[in-house]
């Protein structure tokens, strides 16, 4: 085997092992947890939703956006967050675990774990938010103040756990929330119709056990090559390796 072929074929098990080995990050929430947004940071309500076994619950939460620091990348590099790795912003995408202030979890990264319903409601956001301007796909990390941010994760949670678009009905409802959240709700919803989707590139869920699964913002290009690609690229440059392996043999 000559040098190249041997290069070649490193590249090529090198490339496998990259493409085995999905993309993580550490993350560190803010304590306050909704640090970084306006007061009123959050809005306290109940929700009620659908439980894995098929049943309901209820329970007491404060709705907002929450804030941390992302580091350990594996994967994925630091051009793909948004405001920066010291400036995380997120919501919750999991109703079934919990997430503390202060916390801090390893997450793994799913660049396609948005749901249609919840690009839909992002991209309704997006489109209320960028009246007058070009459209900003990352409108939706930035709300003016908690009550907004509030109602943006309620929406998210509608778009995960019901089928409609009514948060005081169906499958996920909410309840004892401020008139500043249910007016931008209602500003969201109604823009549905008239909006498209955010494209699911702009979009990354973090997922982990023990801990809430998180949505975030992702430029498009920051991540690493899709694996298909990586895996076309190790061919590639080992079939390259092989054809000058054979003519250096056939010119002996």
Known sequence: MNKLHRLALAASIALGCSVAGAASVHVKFDNPIFNGTPAPSYDAVTISYPTLAGGSASASVAAGRFQGTASNLVGIDASAFVDGVDDLFMYCYDLYETVS????????????????????????????????????????LHPIDGLMGAAIQLGIWESRYDSGWNIGSGAFRASGLEAGTVGYLNSFFGALPGA????????????ARGIQDMITGDPPGADVPEPGTLLLAGAALAAVAARRRKKADLAL
């Open 101 to 140: 202030p202060g916390q801090e979890a390893d997450f793994t990264i799913n660049f396609d774990g948005a749901t249609a319903r919840t690009l839909q409601f992002l991209g309704a956001v997006n489109s209320v938010l960028s009246a007058g301007g070009p459209l900003d796909p990352y409108a939706w």
């Open 196 to 207: 498209a989707p955010l494209d699911s590139r702009y979009v990354m869920t973090l997922e």
